[in-house]
């Protein structure tokens, strides 16, 4: 029998309405069983500034490292801003990322699977820069299915919000089976 | 006579000792005479939250966007985090951005100069993304020359963090230059 696996999964828009925030959502209940999960929300990150750092990390900024480093997978939903990552979730990994105050970075080797809900490119130019701040933190990165839903196709999304596209949520399904395969191979 | 030009700076690193900022004091320093600056800080700055901007810019990001619609051109020192820009520049930037509000985003086909301190790469993947990133705001980034200085080189900095490099600090007063006479060339 398979052991217990805990997802961490945040969103890189703070929107209560995001719909990053609803298809992580969706995303982690279509986690097959004998998964946990967990959804972390970025609102109370701040800014990071080496100068806070070196009086330890702040509240928030711990309490987030520990659950990256609890958990044994991450799923991050990856908005796009002006062709990139958010700031919000780019600062949010810039702590997170951080090895100093005798505490390793919780980032390095953890396999993550990202989606993501935009505009016409479904998120691709976001994804792309996110992908290579991930390789540079030496995690695993799920390739394959890659998530670029886009907003403004239409039936992808009802009125409220929620994700109607079928082909959209198999994909998902694959991508996070695809998580969790990886997830347990790393450990044998 | 040439006419007065405005130039607003900041830096995407908040540390109070940031090579990056020094670099930015440097180079504001250097400008020609008939040009003012002021460089912006950008602690204030709180994460994007499409909810807060739905009630109105707080009032750093108001002062933010206004110190940008006034100036001629910027000047923006991009410290690399993670192979990429670090959230706290792009956060502002995500801010600076938006159209909302009645108030269109000041950044548009404004003159830009990019300058950085880092390890080895001297920020260059940073500053490439940071070029994608202006180019998707329409502004004029000022390609060359390219300012890509690096901490780890011998006698680039004295001890007290003050770049001694003699070939870097003639490169930013061309990079300057550059940037002063295509805001005048557009002006025309």
Redesign the interface.
């Known amino acids: 029998m398979k052991k217990q696996l805990h997802i961490l999964a945040f969103a890189g ?4 309405d ?1 719909y990053n925030r609803k298809v992580l959502s969706l995303a982690c209940n279509s986690l097959p069983e004998g998964t946990s999960y967990e959804i972390f929300e ?2 109370d ?1 701040p ?6 750092e070196a009086l330890g990390f702040p509240e928030s900024v711990a309490a987030f490292r520990q659950k990256i480093q609890k958990a044994d997978a991450l799923v991050i939903a990856c908005p796009e ?14 702590w997170a ?1 951080r090895s100093e105050n005798k505490q390793p970075n919780p980032l390095i080797k953890k396999p993550v699977a990202i989606l993501g809900v935009g505009e016409r490119g479904g998120t691709s ?1 976001a994804q792309y ?1 996110l992908r ?2 991930l ?3 030496n995690m695993y990165v799920i390739n394959k299915p890659e998530i670029l839903i886009s907003i403004k196709s239409e039936k992808t999304f009802d009125e409220k919000g929620n994700l109607m596209d079928e082909f959209a949520i198999n994909l998902i399904k694959k991508l996070l089976t695809s998580l969790i395969d990886f997830t347990y191979q790393m450990r044998k």
Chains 1, 2 share one sequence.
Do not use: C, M, P, W
Not at 47 to 52: I, M, R, S, Y
Not at 81 to 94: P, Q, W
């Open positions: 828009s703070l929107r209560k995001s970025l609102n990150i800014l990071f500034n080496e100068d806070v801003y002006n062709s990139s990552i958010t700031g919000v979730l780019k600062n949010a990994l810039d990322s130019r820069h290579q701040v390789n540079h933190l």
